[in-house]
Nanobody, 126 residues
Framework: EVQLVESGGGLVQPGGSLRLSCVVS????????MSWVRQAPGKGLEWVSS????????DYADSVKGRFAISRDNAKNTLYLQMNSLKTEDTAVYYC???????????????????RGQGTQVTVSS
């Protein structure tokens, strides 16, 4: 059984930073492309960032490029998302998801099932 457990969310002021973590089990993490997606209040799921299994290809949504950084520690089966210069529009529930950019975006566009965790709430507010 695949399990993805996110943590690290919270309340932060605009301009602040947070680091999200996602511990993955039940799949060969070393060989898994992984992504972060988010869901803002009243909106659908949005792709945020992806990283290949070996970390040689990284992609970001335009809305977070230059502010967010995805990384992974294969020895710890953990995916990270460092979020800097946070804006109120970054408020959302953040999920880690199994799959790289093309897979995740396709599934989101088609409304298909996406292996993801329970999410962690990020609230950016003054």
């Amino acid at each position: 059984e695949v399990q993805l457990v996110e943590s690290g969310g919270g309340l932060v002021q605009p301009g602040g930073s947070l680091r999200l973590s996602c511990v993955v089990s039940g799949l060969p993490f070393d060989y898994a492309d992984m992504s972060w997606v988010r869901q803002a209040p009243g909106k659908g799921l949005e792709w945020v960032s992806s990283m290949t299994s070996e970390g040689d290809k990284i992609d970001y949504a335009d809305s977070v490029k230059g502010r967010f950084a995805i990384s992974r520690d294969n020895a710890k089966n953990t995916l990270y998302l460092q979020m800097n210069s946070l804006k109120t529009e970054d408020t959302a529930v953040y999920y880690c998801a199994r799959g790289g950019r093309s897979v995740v975006v396709a599934r989101l566009n088609l409304g298909r099932y996406l292996d993801r965790g329970q999410g962690t709430q990020v609230t950016v507010s003054s």
